[in-house]
């Protein structure tokens, strides 16, 4: 009975040391040798001016919320358009209506 779960542990211990075995490599096995340009901030291939926390405006946010909320939405097209032949002109019906009150929210906004 136990038969079944010794397939999965075995993974589990051969994920984990395979997991250490690449950390410890990459950590022993590369030449690090910081300065100051290394550790610097990078902005673009400017020099960083100003300090790093400044807070951002609102609209920022609302923008980068705005986009995630209707790339989300969006993403409902892919398996309607899969379907489309099976729903029927009801399903149609209300995949076009869901395209409009996407289409109100983004002028909205």
């Given amino acids: ?16 040391l395979i997991s250490v075995a ?10 690090q040798n910081p300065d100051a340009q290394k550790s ?7 020099s ?3 300090d790093s926390l400044n ?7 609302l923008v980068a ?8 939405e969006v993403s409902f097209l892919f398996p309607w ?4 032949g ?4 009801s399903g149609f019906v209300i995949s076009m209506l869901f395209l409009l009150i996407l289409l109100f929210g983004f002028l909205y906004e």
């Fill in 48 to 50: 960083p001016f100003g």
């Fill in 1 to 16: 009975m136990l038969y079944e779960y010794l397939v999965l542990a075995i993974y589990a211990v051969l994920a984990l």
């Fill in 22 to 31: 690449v950390v410890l490599i990459s950590v022993i096995g590369v030449y």
């Fill in 81 to 84: 358009s899969i379907v489309l």
């Fill in 55 to 61: 807070r951002f405006e609102v609209r920022f946010y």
């Fill in 86 to 89: 099976t729903i029927g002109v």
């Fill in 40 to 46: 610097a901030p990078y902005e673009c291939g400017f």
């Fill in 65 to 72: 919320i705005s986009f995630i909320i209707f790339d989300l």
